[in-house]
């Protein structure tokens, strides 16, 4: 019964440092990177960079409680590091391996893919070593999600295309605004309403779904429904409002990415994006993805 427990509690405490409930949104964002840069869905090599991936997310969020562990022992000592499920040393050692797995895989698909891999990774611990009072770490966050199209662009296309790059931005945008109005006291305030401004960029860089068809303008209206309520959240603050519409806000990424692939006619992928949306609402519910 105790070693049960022991294994029990272990697992959750992985679960836990990991943020897996994000997952889908790392998944979803490779499949329209690849889609949006030319490349295919049926493409075998896809589910390396998915793995690949997912390695990077998962490595990043161990290191970034690894180097939170003062300030979570503070501010946050549920989370596993302050509350002793788990050592320190044992955290960093999880998540430097598991980028570096990452970036094994790559090595597998081309010489491109790994260079940008490389540079996910130093964006990655860039981002964890510094982003506690760093005005621009919601740029570094960002970044770390636009290079993961950009992974799946060159690990499958081989090039960067301009709608691709265009996404890109898009969706560094979108993440980056996501922190910004999170960090914001109130945002009833003119001069504090500008990270709505890029919240509301992948609808812009995404409208000529609305030319694509029902479900496609359906997807892109579940994605404006999604970012209008989390503003009003945010805007209001009711009690817990701002956990809920960031919690909301981060399942609402593949929705971005849905309106991407719908933007070039894949409405079935588009449809598997969207399930990558309320799947992660769903695990969130159990899993706190922040």
């Not at 690990?155 to 993440?175: M, R």
């Not at 909301?248 to 719908?262: E, K, N, Q, T, Y």
Request: aromatic share 8%; net charge positive.
């Amino acid at each position: 019964m105790t070693s049960m427990t022991s294994r029990t509690t272990s697992w959750t405490t992985l679960l836990k440092l990991g943020r897996v409930s994000n997952l889908p949104t790392i998944w979803t964002n490779t499949l329209a990177g690849t889609l949006v840069a030319g490349g295919s869905w049926q493409d075998a090599r896809i589910a390396i960079v998915i793995v690949a991936i997912s390695l990077f997310y998962e490595g990043g969020m161990f290191l970034n409680d690894y180097f939170d562990r003062d300030i979570d022992a503070r501010e946050r000592p549920e989370r596993p590091i302050p509350s002793f499920e788990i050592a320190p040393s044992t955290v960093a050692a999880i998540g430097s391996s598991l980028i570096a797995a990452g970036l094994v895989l790559l090595t597998f698909l081309s010489l491109q893919a790994l260079g940008v891999g490389l540079l996910l990774a130093a964006f990655i611990v860039a981002y964890d070593r510094h982003h506690k009072g760093n005005p621009f770490a919601p740029l570094l966050m960002g970044m770390c999600r636009a290079l993961v199209y950009a992974i799946a662009a060159m690990a499958l296309v081989g090039a960067l295309s301009g709608p691709l790059l265009i996404a890109a931005l898009a969706l560094l945008a979108y993440v980056a605004g996501i922190s910004y109005a999170a960090w914001q006291e109130r945002l009833d305030r003119p001069g504090n309403l500008w990270p709505l401004a890029l919240l509301v960029v992948p609808l812009l860089a995404a409208a000529s779904t609305l030319q694509q068809g029902p479900i496609p303008i359906a997807i892109y209206l579940c994605l404006a429904g999604a970012v209008g309520w989390a503003i009003y959240l945010l805007m209001t603050r009711p009690p817990g409002g701002v956990p809920r519409a960031v919690g909301l806000l981060i399942a609402a990424v593949s929705l971005v990415d849905a309106a991407f692939i719908a933007s070039i006619g894949a409405t079935g992928p588009a449809l598997v994006a969207v399930a990558g949306f309320f799947a992660t609402l769903g695990l969130q519910r159990y899993i706190s993805g922040t």
